[in-house]
């Protein structure tokens, strides 16, 4: 079916979404603009747009057809998928596999020391606040979600590690850690957002390699290298 686009809803640091002439559904666009340390840091990486559009739709699917309700419908171009309009809950889930980033720093604990059970932490997404982390008696405080959506993003976003872990590795990929966001579609909640290198932390699996957006917050050289890496395990490749 033919999409039109019309206005422009929201420009973030990553993405544009569109409105369009279906209702209730909207185009995100991937840039390829990057930031890091909420927007201190910012700069380009040459393609990861399309990186992130292939890569999320492929994961998307994946997620999909495992029973997990997406917001996602059908991609439209290398930069473009089509998707539901979601209200998004403005709380940020974290589910970590090894230590790395801001949980090294909490906890003193290496980067790379390996987590037994997996860990869900909860952020506010709030760019002014530059999005601390939350625990559940302040979420109701702030009326973010119901303790019940709360219990529903905790475990879906469990399953979505459960599903994506091994789905990674037998690409060659460690998933470190990631964050999803989800949204409200009528009395529903669906995953909303991307999974891409950008928000997630993505280790080959033999070298320890960091193939994700770190080699750009870190400045690490390679970045661009990184994301056509990730991109050629996942999109092109045939496992
Ligand atoms: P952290 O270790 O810095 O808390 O990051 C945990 C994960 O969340 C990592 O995979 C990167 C991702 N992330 C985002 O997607 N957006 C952000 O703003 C931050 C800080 C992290």
């Not at 019309?6 to 990057?34: C, H, S």
């Not at 970590?96 to 020391?113: C, D, P, Q, Y």
């Amino acid at each position: 079916m033919k999409i039109e686009t019309r206005e422009k809803l929201y420009e973030g640091k990553a993405k544009i979404v569109y409105e369009t002439d279906r209702p209730g559904v909207i185009v995100q666009y991937f840039k390829d603009d990057a930031t890091a340390f909420n927007a201190l840091k910012k700069g380009t990486i040459v393609g990861k747009g399309v990186v992130n559009n292939r890569m999320s739709a492929a994961l998307f699917e994946r997620l999909g057809r495992a029973g997990i309700p997406t917001h996602y419908l059908e991609t439209l171009s290398d930069r473009e998928m089509l998707c539901h309009r979601l209200d998004i809950i403005k709380i940020e889930t974290i589910v970590r596999n090894i230590v790395a980033g801001s949980l090294a720093k909490r906890t003193g604990l290496e980067e790379g020391t390996s987590i037994t059970q997996p860990i869900v932490e909860l952020y506010y997404k709030s760019d002014p606040l530059g999005d601390p982390m939350l625990n559940e008696d302040h979420v109701r405080m702030l009326k973010l979600a119901s303790p019940t959506e709360v219990a529903w993003v905790k475990r879906t976003a469990l399953k979505i590690n459960a599903i994506l872990k091994p789905y990674l590795l037998k690409r060659r990929l460690l998933l470190v850690d990631f964050k999803l966001e989800f949204g409200r579609r009528g009395k529903k909640l669906y995953l909303g957002d991307e999974i891409s290198p950008d928000t997630c932390r993505l280790w080959d699996s033999a070298s320890k390699e960091k193939l994700d957006k770190d080699r750009f917050r870190r400045d690490l050289g390679g970045v661009e290298e990184a994301y056509q890496e990730v991109y050629r395990r996942l999109v092109t490749a045939d496992v």
